[in-house]
């Protein structure tokens, strides 16, 4: 049997959550619909020593700010999932959770949202689907002749799996340099780490809460028609977490540049020099999880869909949160979604009163 809704959310994580809040102060009937079975979203996959860039006062949704952890400037990933779990809770979100998504279909002036557990039909749909679940894997010379074990960033936990091997973290941002640190730092581990350049660490004192002012700034400045500031990538690539700080200053995370290719039992440089490997670890990003949506044919370049705030140009009545600064500055961050949450469901409910 179809249901129908007036909106319905793809994707339960932060970004589904607070398009549920902001959708709810709209007075609207919607459904959020989750593919993980338990709350949390994306957090709940994370490796086992990652914290968080802001403290936690500066990394809330709308309405509840997030506790304090004791003990912890930067909370870990699992505080964010007692967070995020609670915050559904707190607001009585209607999530439903184990159902996944798998087509979007225009349908006689509604949009037909296919799922793994029924049917249903609305008049506007959110997609917050995040990037975690398409890791992107460089087309790397040898990759399919290593013998060894290759993993993503999303299949690392932590260095007790790698306790006595050689291995090669791939990746010059963020999650390279905090998973290499979290190895060398481990000391049970032989870790070599290689960037495709130079990597660019941030000042210390950057955080989160820095680089969120810098994003909208920059957003600011573009809509206004003033030149482009560069935000965060004009001031670096990597911020200075703690053990990242740690592993740096103890010259244990020193980079080297990218392999040519992979062999049987490592990886070659292209002047011919080698290192023997056991794991590979490729920490090279993701892309915008939007499978679902491919029956709209909304693709531009870069797979991107093209947006005006987060409204798809292609289709009104779909609206896309929480996928980087194209669906508004920082909006895959904690404290950056809910403006673009707020103005996505004050957009759709203007929409459905017209």
Known sequence: MTQHADVLVVGGGQAGLAAGYHLRRQGLDYVILDAD????????????SLHLFSPAEHSSLPGRLMPAQVGETYPDAGHVVDYLTDYEKRYDLPVQHGTRVDAVRRDAGRLLVEADTGIWR???????????SRPFLPAVPGREVFAGRQLHTMNYRSPADFAGQRVIVVGGGNSGAQIAADLALDGH??????????PRFLADDIDGRALFDVA???????DAGRSDTGGVASLGDIVAVPPVRAARDGRLLTAKPMFARLTADGVRWADGSRAGADAVIWCTGFRPALSHLAPLNLRGPR???????TR???????HLLGYGDWTGPASATLIGVGRPARDAARDIAQMLSG
């Open 216 to 222: 909208t700034a920059r957003r600011r400045a573009l």
């Open 312 to 318: 798809a140009l292609g289709e009104p009545r779909l």
């Open 189 to 198: 581990v032989d870790v070599t780490w290689v960037t495709q350049r130079p």
């Open 122 to 132: 609305a008049r506007a749909v959110i997609s917050a689907t995040g990037s975690w």
């Open 303 to 309: 797979g991107h869909i093209p947006t005006d705030g």
């Open 37 to 48: 079975t338990t709350p949390g979203g994306s957090w709940q996959h994370m490796w086992d």
